[in-house]
Each structure stands twice: as C-alpha cells, then as structure tokens.
C-alpha cells in the first residue's frame, strides 16, 4: 500500500517568512495530491491540490510543486501571517482507482507576529 | 463545514461502555469515511463506504464497528471503549460519482475514555 512521509511535525516561523513542508510517497500508480488545513478546533479543510501532469500549481500565497520522478511534493506559504497558524496534512490519491487518499502525519506550522 | 455534522462534539465514557458516533451530511455524497487523529499519527481510516450497502474496513478497524443508515448517515461505534480509543474522530465525505477526490470533513469528536 502507499506510504506518505511528511515533514517536519512543527515549523516556527517569524510572521512575514516562507514556509515549506515537504512529503515524499512510494506508490508510483498515486496520481493526485491534496493538501489540507486544519484550524484549532475544526475539521482539515482542502487549500490546495496537484495532479501528476502539473509540476507546479500556484494560488495567491501558496504554491505546491510536485517531482514524479522522485516521488515528493511539497507546500509553500509564502508571506506568513498567523492565521497561516494551523496543521497541515499532505496526502496521496489513486485517482482512477479507490480515490481513498493516504494521509502524511502532520505539521503544525506556528506564525509568530 | 456545517454541510458535514458529527454529535456528539466531545464525549468522555468508561471503559467498558458502549458508545455512538453519528454522522451526517447534507451534501449529497455518495462516499462516507471515519479517521481517528492522534497527535503525531496524523488521519488514520477506521472504515468508509462507498454507499448505503457497501461497508469496508480501513487501516485500523479493529475495536469499532459502523452502520450507514442512509446515503445521508454514518455512525460509528465502539463495542467496548478502551483507554487507548480516546482521540479526535472525524467523519468526512466525498462525490465519487463526479470524480472528486476532494474530502469534506465535520468538526470533530473529542473522546476520551477513562
């Protein structure tokens, strides 16, 4: 089955900086990668999202970029601001075949102002 | 997500008890999901479904048993709660019949069995 590896578990970062969170998978046959956040208190929520045919996706402060051929992909928030304070999950998709995504364990991102 | 309901919202039981979970979903999606997030474990399926008569076990299904009432209601339960069942439970669900890979989660159940 796939394996998602993400890291780091926790980024500190000063209000203003770039942060990157990178995950790696194993299975060749995933094809799609969503990215979620989860706030304090509330359910993880879909930021943003890459299919294998795109390298590069972009929206507004954030970015993912995706290498095949090394199986990892990774998030970008440029510009932090506290509210970019929250978990953030990677995971991996067969789409085509179950669409059950893998989940990476998390990094909790803290924004510092 | 107010689309996406989980009662109760935190819950604290005792080993042994029996207790419900339930789920529901105002979005009209065929596919619904349980997860258990523990710190450092991240989103660990329990079960999912695929719709009303298809049931199928996730990666940690062992202790928890579920039941789709409808296309709109997927509850979880815990036969005999045990210490190490105290997490975060989330229900999510997803439009398969459209091709979304998309997971739309509820807000979480605290449980914590003592």
């Known amino acids: 089955g796939e394996n998602v590896e993400q890291h780091p578990s926790t980024l500190s970062v000063q209000e203003g900086d770039s942060a990157v969170i990178k995950c790696t998978y194993s299975d060749s046959a995933s094809n799609y990668f969503p990215w979620y956040k989860q706030e304090l208190g509330k359910g993880p929520q879909l930021i943003i999202d890459?299919?294998?045919?795109?390298g590069e996706k972009k929206d507004q402060r954030i970015a993912v970029t995706l290498n095949k051929t090394a199986k990892h992909f990774s998030l970008h928030i440029t510009e932090t601001q506290p509210e970019d304070s929250a978990v953030y999950f990677c995971a991996a998709v067969e789409s085509g075949g179950s669409y059950i995504p893998t989940f990476g364990r998390g990094t909790s991102l803290i924004v510092h102002p | 997500d107010a689309d996406v309901t989980q009662t109760p919202r935190n819950r604290i039981t005792k080993t042994g008890k029996r207790i419900m979970l339930e789920c529901s979903q105002t979005k009209g999606h065929d596919r619904m999901y349980w997860y258990r997030q523990d710190p450092g474990l991240g989103l660990r399926l329990i079960y999912y479904?695929?719709?009303?008569?298809?049931?199928n076990k996730g990666e940690i299904s062992d202790g928890y048993s579920v039941s789709r009432q409808a296309q709109a209601k997927f509850s979880l339960s815990l036969e005999s709660a045990i210490p190490n069942q105290t997490a975060l439970y989330f229900c999510?669900?997803?439009?398969?019949?459209?091709?979304?890979?998309?997971?739309?989660f509820g807000p979480g159940t605290r449980l914590l069995v003592l």
């Open positions: 999510a669900t997803s439009d398969f019949r459209q091709g979304q890979e998309t997971q739309y």
């Open positions: 479904s695929f719709d009303v008569k298809d049931i």
């Open positions: 890459i299919r294998s045919n795109v």
